[in-house]
């Protein structure tokens, strides 16, 4: 079955420190979005791409860069991780514009 | 700001009970979608209601929407304990945009 998958599920970190999540799908999906969910904030996008090679800036994108190198992965790069990035980060994929999104499970990260 | 908004933030009911929750927004959409969040997981698709339509039904849930009043509605019949989670609503403006706004969500508590 097609899904979804992030790793790690849990990372500790200190600030300053780069720190990579990866995401992976096998459902050939064109779209592909990086959430942060916080208590208070509900979900908010950070980045987004439409295929590969494409890579849009979301609503709160500032100490986040992604790449998409291919169709299946969507890795999110904190450059040097801050307290204030303490949060649980989620992957999703959709078919079309404006479709259902399938997400992944998440990943829970705290910056020391 | 937020585009879509989920009342009440919290719901607290019986098995066997219905359970209502409203979504309002603010500009005009395309669609309006409502997803479900089990405590520590992804979220998961539920029902995906276009501008045109005004009612969908998948099993137990029953989707309304009235675009003039910008406000859509998720009813669960018969609540089972299972259904405890968080919903949100997340919405796609009209216009071009592709990015989906989400709400920060609805918990609902459904006791056995």
């Known amino acids: 079955d097609a899904e979804i998958t992030q790793s790690p599920r849990h990372k500790i970190t200190e600030t300053g420190r780069q720190v990579t999540l990866a995401c992976h799908q096998t459902?050939?999906?064109?779209?592909m979005f990086w959430y942060r969910q916080d208590l208070g904030h509900g979900l908010r996008l950070i980045h987004y791409s439409y295929g590969v090679h494409d890579t849009n800036k979301g609503e709160v994108s500032d100490g986040y860069s992604v790449s998409r190198s291919n169709t299946e992965d969507l890795p999110l790069t904190l450059e040097s991780a801050a307290s204030s990035q303490t949060s649980v980060y989620f992957c999703?994929?959709?078919?079309?514009?404006?479709?259902?999104?399938?997400f992944g499970p998440g990943t829970r990260l705290l910056v020391l | 700001s937020q585009q879509g908004e989920e009342d009440p933030q919290a719901l607290s009911i019986q098995e066997g009970e219905n359970a209502t929750m409203n979504c309002s927004y603010k500009?005009?959409?395309?669609?309006l979608q409502w997803y479900r969040q089990n405590s520590g997981r992804g979220l998961v698709h539920l029902i995906l209601?276009?501008?045109?339509?005004r009612e969908k039904h998948s099993g137990r849930l029953r989707v309304t929407l009235d675009t003039s009043k910008k406000s859509s509605s998720l009813l669960i019949t018969a609540s089972r304990a299972a259904d405890t989670a968080s919903y949100f609503c997340a919405t796609y403006a009209s216009g071009g945009s592709y990015i989906p706004t989400f709400g920060r969500g609805t918990s609902l508590i459904v006791h056995p």
């Open positions: 500009t005009s959409i395309n669609n």
């Open positions: 459902w050939n999906h064109n779209n």
């Open positions: 209601i276009r501008s045109n339509e």
């Open positions: 999703a994929s959709s078919t079309g514009l404006q479709e259902t999104q399938y």
